[in-house]
């Protein structure tokens, strides 16, 4: 699977001046490989007697364009091969975002503008129950944070777009409040409004939507976009 965020990045002042005085030469595959073994997710050295088990992905491949010219970028993804041991577990949307958004702060500043997730749902367990738990993290967000958001799922699921919108409402409580759009022959588009506009929020929406394909009988590789 492959979890990628878009924005504007402006790198930090000091950054090539740091990188030299450390000789430093850092990207997006060396710092998510870093970040991801720092959280104890993953790790690109797995020698004898250090398989997979607990970790949450294999490390397949990393990148981003990190061009400092002002437009929207894909500025940094990540492809893995998630664990299914436990077989209950999350696909790994949020520590993959976690990763990327550790990344991104560490080089400049970010202007997040949409997180795209290529997920292959046949591996999706039932995570409804912590889903909805998760809307108590999100009533926490400042009022004057909510954000108007939109929704795409490609290919178009065997959901009707009004079913998948009110599911993902219900999962999250209300707090997400989607509505589907006319989009002839596109795939659907939702749209609405979320509690806060954030990596993680975006991360939430998604897995609220792996989780109601799920419901439905979605199993093909699926790419899910939450964009502001």
């Known amino acids: 699977m492959t979890v990628g965020m878009h924005g504007v990045l402006r790198g930090h002042p000091w950054i090539a001046r740091v990188s030299a005085d450390h000789d430093l030469d850092e990207d997006v595959y060396s710092l998510a490989v870093k970040r991801a073994a720092a959280y104890g997710w993953s790790s ?17 491949d990393a990148g981003g ?5 002002g437009k929207v970028r894909r500025l940094a993804w990540l492809t893995v091969h998630p664990g ?11 520590p993959m975002t976690q990763v990327l958004t550790d990344a991104l702060h560490r080089v400049g500043e970010v202007r997040f503008t949409a997180l795209r997730s290529l997920v292959p749902l046949a591996l999706a ?9 998760d809307a108590d993290w999100f009533a926490l967000s400042d009022p004057a944070a909510r ?17 998948l919108a009110a599911q ?24 609405g409004t979320a509690p806060e506009w954030t990596p993680h929020a975006a991360a939430w929406i998604t897995e609220l939507t792996i989780d109601a394909l799920r419901a439905h009988g979605t199993r093909t590789e699926t790419e899910i976009t939450v964009s502001a």
């Open 125 to 133: 367990s039932d995570t409804g129950f912590d889903l909805r738990g």
């Open 65 to 69: 364009d990190w061009s400092q010219d």
């Open 44 to 60: 690109v050295h797995l020698g004898p007697g250090q398989e997979l088990g607990g970790r949450r992905w294999e490390h397949a």
């Open 168 to 191: 993902i409402n219900r999962s999250s409580q209300g707090h997400v409040r989607l509505n589907p759009t006319p989009t002839p022959n596109h795939p659907p588009t939702l749209r």
């Open 84 to 94: 299914t041991d436990p077989p209950a577990r999350h696909l790994p949307v949020l």
């Open 147 to 163: 954000a108007d958001i939109t929704l795409s799922v490609s290919p178009p699921p065997p959901v009707p777009a009004d079913r």
